[in-house]
């Protein structure tokens, strides 16, 4: 297989340093890297003289050098890109540009390793240059693309089957108990606090962990409606005994992120052992709450409102356990909220048949990138 540098296949046009008193209501859009990862939605226009290397258009490739790394085919028209991307000017060699994107991706882990930067990680452009991709012939590129695209596109619908599956959720809670927020049914207002038996956080001792054993939960494995197991701590069972004798979680509690990413809640499920440090919390809702209806209560627009409004910020965003108590939830019959957690339970038999098949596109679309670009 021949292989080619990346400074040897195209040119890289990075952005213009715009300062923020350039960025105005009116002109064209300037694109941050917070703009392409989908993690920013107040986007700054320039209506002034600029470079005209600077300008993108749809179809242009930008790849991201400094703190995320990504690489991203715009499709959002005529805009103007800000410093730290590079635009791709393929003048150098006859190259697919989707096989380009798919190469450049696979790689992007192997430079981030070559990151520098004590705050702001970023590629030094020697680096990037200096990577290797493979490079066949533009036929076999062409329907390599093809076959990595077809996968993607699989992986895509897939995840919007699963977006869907949740948005009828969530329109089901609405149906069932209305807009929390202007409570057109008229359900009692208490707070979390006269709700719960409990609330309490994590160990705030730094726990001794292990390679193995019981798991060790931290605010990173709390997901909505889901507890994350793939990247977790373990403890001993004597380290787990300590802990216990404050507080042993159990079936129903209902754990919630409270530092970093805060405001993300689940229930625990049946037969999962565990203790968690301070970074989350544990809510024991009394019997007038569901644990499922309680999830989706605190992932409400209505709760998730008072949650912004209420988590101290600091070096990270916070959510200690007294401002949870004052946390106003909503008490609709019981009745009514295991109609809905039947629902959800028929909804996510459909979700798991649907992930299933997305875990196998994936694992797929994983092994032949592997096999194309090592």
Same mark, same amino acid.
């Given at each position: 297989m021949e292989f080619i540098r990346l400074g040897d296949v195209a040119t890289y046009i990075n952005g213009y340093a715009f300062t923020p008193e350039d960025r105005g209501d009116v002109g064209l859009p300037i694109i941050r890297i917070q703009d392409l990862t989908g993690n920013a939605y107040d986007l700054g226009f320039y209506d002034g003289e600029y470079p005209e290397k600077i300008e993108i258009n749809d179809g242009d490739v930008l790849i991201s050098?400094? /703190?995320?790394?990504?690489?991203?085919?715009? &499709?959002?028209? !005529? /805009?103007?890109?800000?410093?730290?991307? *590079?635009?791709?000017?393929?003048?150098?060699?006859?190259?697919? !540009?989707n096989y380009f994107v798919y190469a450049v991706r696979q790689k992007l882990g192997e430079m981030a390793s070559k990151t520098h930067g004590a705050t702001m990680k970023h590629i030094i452009k020697k680096d990037f240059d200096a990577t290797l991709i493979p490079f066949p012939s533009l036929e076999e590129q062409e329907l390599i693309a093809t076959n990595l695209d !077809?996968?993607? &596109?699989?992986?895509? #619908?897939?995840? @919007?089957?699963? &977006?869907?599956?949740?948005?009828?959720? !969530?329109?089901?809670?609405?149906?069932? *108990?209305?807009?929390?927020?202007? &409570?057109?049914?008229?359900?009692?207002?208490?707070?979390?606090?006269?709700?719960?038996?409990?609330?309490?956080?994590? @160990?705030? #001792?730094?726990?001794?962990?292990?390679?193995?054993?019981?798991?060790?939960?931290?605010?990173?494995?709390?997901?909505?409606?889901?507890? =994350?197991?793939?990247?977790?701590?373990?403890?001993? =069972? @004597? @380290?787990?005994?300590?802990?216990?004798? %404050?507080?042993?979680?159990?079936?129903?509690?209902?754990?919630?992120?409270?530092?970093?990413?805060?405001?993300?809640?689940?229930?625990?499920?049946?037969?999962?052992? *565990?203790?968690?440090? %301070?970074?989350?919390?544990?809510?024991?809702f009394k019997n007038v709450i569901s644990p499922l209806f309680a999830e989706y209560m605190i992932t409400s627009d209505f709760v998730q409102e008072q949650i912004n409004a209420s988590k101290t910020a600091s070096s990270q965003a916070n959510l200690f356990q007294g401002k949870i108590a004052k946390l106003k939830g909503f008490v609709p019959p019981v009745e009514l909220q295991n109609e809905f957690a039947t629902f959800v339970k028929q909804v996510d038999k459909s979700k798991a048949v649907v992930e299933k098949a997305l875990n196998e596109a994936q694992i797929l679309f994983d092994s032949l990138m592997q096999k194309y670009f090592g």
């Open positions: 050098w400094s /703190a995320s790394l990504g690489v991203y085919v715009w &499709n959002r028209g !005529k /805009a103007l890109l800000n410093q730290h991307i *590079f635009k791709v000017d393929f003048d150098k060699v006859e190259i697919d !540009k !077809k996968v993607a &596109n699989i992986i895509k #619908a897939r995840s @919007e089957e699963l &977006n869907k599956l949740d948005d009828l959720i !969530k329109v089901r809670f609405v149906e069932l *108990f209305g807009d929390l927020r202007i &409570n057109p049914k008229g359900w009692s207002i208490q707070t979390f606090d006269e709700l719960s038996e409990l609330i309490t956080d994590g @160990e705030h #001792a730094t726990p001794k962990r292990t390679s193995e054993g019981i798991y060790l939960l931290s605010a990173r494995n709390v997901l909505n409606h889901a507890i =994350q197991l793939n990247d977790v701590d373990y403890i001993d =069972q @004597e @380290e787990y005994d300590r802990i216990s004798k %404050r507080i042993v979680p159990k079936e129903g509690d209902v754990l919630i992120s409270c530092s970093g990413s805060v405001g993300r809640c689940c229930s625990v499920p049946e037969g999962l052992k *565990f203790q968690m440090v %301070r970074s989350a919390a544990l809510i024991r």
